[in-house]
């Protein structure tokens, strides 16, 4: 049974970095192109992403210059490295054979990337 499991952070500051794990079983990995997507709210799913079994990869432009997919086929692992983190960048991640469009897809991860620090509220002390 092919499994596919995303992990990774879930909160990052804009600007920031983060790298993204898919911990995979069930298959041939080492024979199998993988590829990360994500799912922004209210949005088709999209590829960020591929990597073939010779770790030679290809990026969506939207992406260009700021991800990495990269792979280890001993460790049946696919990863994705993403920097320059924007806003807009918000969303579940998932990895996935897009060879093999009848996989199920797995849970995902979210990644949210804000200001973890609230607006905060002014205080002022008179006498």
């Known amino acids: 049974q092919v499994q596919l499991v995303e992990s990774g952070v879930g909160l990052v500051w804009p600007g920031g970095s983060l790298r993204l794990s898919c911990t995979t079983s069930g298959f041939h990995f080492g024979f199998i192109t993988m590829a990360w997507y994500r799912q922004v709210s209210g949005t088709q799913r999209e590829l960020i992403a591929d990597v073939d079994v010779a770790g030679g990869a290809n990026y969506a432009d939207y992406m260009k210059g700021r991800v990495t997919i990269s792979r280890d086929n001993r460790k049946n692992m696919a990863w994705v490295q993403m920097d320059n983190l924007k806003a807009e960048d918000t969303a579940v991640y998932y990895c996935?054979?897009?060879?093999?469009?009848?996989?199920?897809w797995g849970q995902g991860t979210q990644v949210t990337v804000d200001d973890p620090w609230g607006q905060g509220t002014q205080v002022t002390v008179s006498s």
């Open positions: 996935h054979r897009p060879l093999f469009a009848d996989d199920p």
